[in-house]
């Protein structure tokens, strides 16, 4: 069964900061990994998918990357701004299956 | 272009009642998968539709049970409703041609509170 973990589970951090956000994986066997961005009480927003071939995505002050062989993904938020506060969601496709494994999420909050 | 659009967006319930979701996939879509997010929890997946058959299901009840319509719009329908049924239900909708190479689309979810 594949777990997904996230490491930190919340994190506050200034305006202008960079930070990182870690998300791990139990079974390699993974077809791509999706972030997603969740406001309170609201739906996903897809942010970045890497399919299980790439190391890497980037969109705009956001890059993720992935090393599948030892079971990890890394978030990074460039010069982070109040606007970015919400929780942050990791997600798996196993190879075989049609259900993406969630992780808890990291709640970020940027203060000005 | 209409997004993934979910009805009601908060339901109270009494324990052991009956309660139906719905659901209308972004313009495109075929595919309709159902999730539930408890409160500081991920989401866990329910089901995924697709041609108007239940094409997967997770590790929840039969009191757990769907539907899709020739439209692709779907229904999530949960019976003898119970407390741990409280949660944040989402829906996601996809191209069968795309279900797993593309980012999935949320809607903005149902907010289910059982009393």
């Known amino acids: ?112 | 272009d209409a997004g993934v659009t979910q009805s009601p967006t908060h339901l109270i319930k009494t324990r052991g009642q009956q309660v139906t979701l719905r659901c209308s996939p972004k313009s495109g879509h075929d595919t309709v998968s159902w999730y539930q997010q408890a409160l500081g929890q991920g989401p866990q997946f329910i089901f995924q539709y697709y041609e108007e058959e239940e094409r997967q299901r997770g590790n929840f009840p039969d009191r757990f049970s769907g539907h899709q319509f020739p439209n692709y719009s779907s229904e999530l329908n949960v019976n003898a409703l119970l407390l741990g049924d409280s949660a944040l239900y989402l829906c996601a909708s996809s191209s069968i041609d795309h279900t797993r190479a593309s980012p999935l689309h949320f809607g903005n979810g149902t907010r289910l509170t059982v009393t």
């Open chain 1, 1 to 112: 069964k594949q777990e997904v973990t996230q490491i930190p589970a919340a994190l506050s951090v200034p305006e202008g900061e960079n930070l990182v956000l870690n998300c791990s994986f139990t079974d390699s066997a993974i077809y791509n990994l999706q972030w997603f961005r969740q406001d309170p009480g609201k739906g996903l927003t897809s942010l970045l998918l890497i399919q299980s071939s790439q190391r890497e995505q980037t969109s705009g002050r956001l890059n993720a990357s992935l090393d599948k062989s030892s079971g990890r993904s890394t978030l990074y938020i460039a010069a982070s701004q109040p606007g970015d506060s919400a929780t942050y969601l990791c997600a798996v496709f196993v190879d075989s299956g049609y259900a993406l494994n969630f992780g808890k999420g990291t709640s970020l909050l940027v203060t000005p």
